[in-house]
């Protein structure tokens, strides 16, 4: 059976492992800690738990359980003193204090879901995203650089407080992986939240597995303004150290309704500066559904999605192709042989 790791946060993570479940597959979720907004914040801050939000959305995608006990997971509180926590985050909580360790606690949530796989964190250090600005400010927190505006600032450094060790589990499964997939997400808080753990990169480099990387849809205005596929690719590289064996990338206009919905909100589409960039299969990836939010949920979210069972089936793709040709996948999605 193939190992695949997926790396992220959490709705990103979410959306791929979501496919994926449907396959013949050694999955494990590797989660970013550093989340510190909304519900996450205040569990965080009440019981010094480690992040459960993302944990428990690829505890869901992952779970073979009724779609009922999936839906309890994710549900999220709208009304009295729980408003703005999901269950499965209040769960993950009390099953940490339970058993007095996160990692335990998770572990008890992924039998209790039939969860499909492992789902790790990244580390299990208390840590903060930080980065360092070129004006030598430093903003701190997830929460905080999820909402600030770096558009005025050329340089920037991420970095974790304190510095975290990646979790022993998460690097064994990188190590014996066949592929790793970096997920889609908000650049700094979802992908470089992973990339930035003592220790990570250094096994994304020892690996023998492919490191494929699905692109971003849109580009989030206060953070990638006008971005275009190759700066992702030059700053995901810059933090893992290697670059990328594939890169999914979405060719597919969105439906007249989602465009002017991510318009309004003045999020561009992610594009290419060269047509013949090398090692990038172009797909249709995206979904025209569009995402929906509960008025409980206080972060800032994207509605537009990619499509959890066109990715899957590219990456199986991937997999199964024979590692001694080269082929690519077209438009379509179907395998091709140059």
């Given at each position: 059976m193939k190992k695949v790791v997926v790396i992220g946060g959490g709705?990103?993570?979410f959306t791929i492992l979501s496919g994926l479940r449907e396959y013949p597959l050694d999955i494990t979720a590797v989660v970013a800690m550093a989340d510190d907004g909304g519900s996450t914040a205040a569990l965080r801050d009440e019981f010094g738990i480690l992040p459960p939000g993302?944990?428990?959305?690829?505890?869901?995608?992952?779970?073979?359980?009724?779609?009922?006990?999936?839906?309890?997971?994710?549900?999220?509180?709208?009304?009295?003193?729980?408003?703005?926590?999901?269950?499965?985050?209040?769960?993950?909580?009390?099953?940490?204090?339970?058993?007095?360790?996160?990692e335990k606690a998770v572990e008890e949530a992924s039998d209790i879901l039939k969860v499909k796989g492992k789902v790790l964190p990244v580390t299990t250090d208390d840590v903060r995203l930080c980065c360092k600005l070129d004006n030598r400010?430093?903003?701190k927190g997830e929460h905080k650089l999820d909402e600030f505006d770096f558009r005025k600032y050329k340089k920037r450094e991420f970095y974790l407080e304190p510095e975290g060790k990646i979790?022993?589990?998460?690097k064994k499964a990188i190590l014996e992986a066949d592929l790793v997939v970096l997920s889609p997400g908000t650049l700094s808080t979802s992908l470089l939240a992973n990339l930035v753990v003592k220790g990570f990169p250094e096994a994304l480099k020892k690996t023998?597995?492919?490191?494929?990387?699905?692109?971003?849809?849109?580009?989030?205005?206060?953070?990638?303004?006008?971005?275009?596929?190759?700066?992702?690719?030059?700053?995901?590289?810059k933090y893992s150290g290697r670059g990328f064996d594939l890169v999914l990338f979405n060719v597919t206009e969105p439906s007249t309704e989602v465009k002017k919905r991510y318009l309004a909100h003045k999020e561009t589409p992610v594009k290419m500066k060269n047509d013949n960039l090398e090692n990038v299969i172009?797909?249709?990836?995206i979904s025209n559904q569009i995402a929906a939010k509960s008025r409980a949920d206080m972060i800032k979210r994207s509605f537009i999605r990619h499509d959890s069972d066109k990715i899957a089936a590219a990456i199986m793709e991937v997999l199964d192709r024979d590692q001694n040709s080269r082929s690519i996948l077209n438009a379509q999605g179907k395998l091709s042989k140059k």
């Open positions: 709705t990103g993570n993302d944990v428990r959305q690829c505890l869901v995608a992952l779970s073979e359980e009724s779609e009922l006990l999936r839906k309890l997971f994710n549900y999220r509180f709208d009304r009295g003193v729980f408003f703005g926590h999901t269950f499965g985050n209040l769960f993950i909580t009390a099953l940490e204090r339970v058993t007095g360790n996160f400010r430093i903003v979790n022993p589990k998460v023998k597995a492919k490191f494929i990387y699905i692109s971003n849809l849109v580009n989030k205005p206060e953070e990638n303004e006008d971005w275009c596929l190759e700066d992702y690719l030059e700053e995901l590289k172009r797909l249709d990836l």
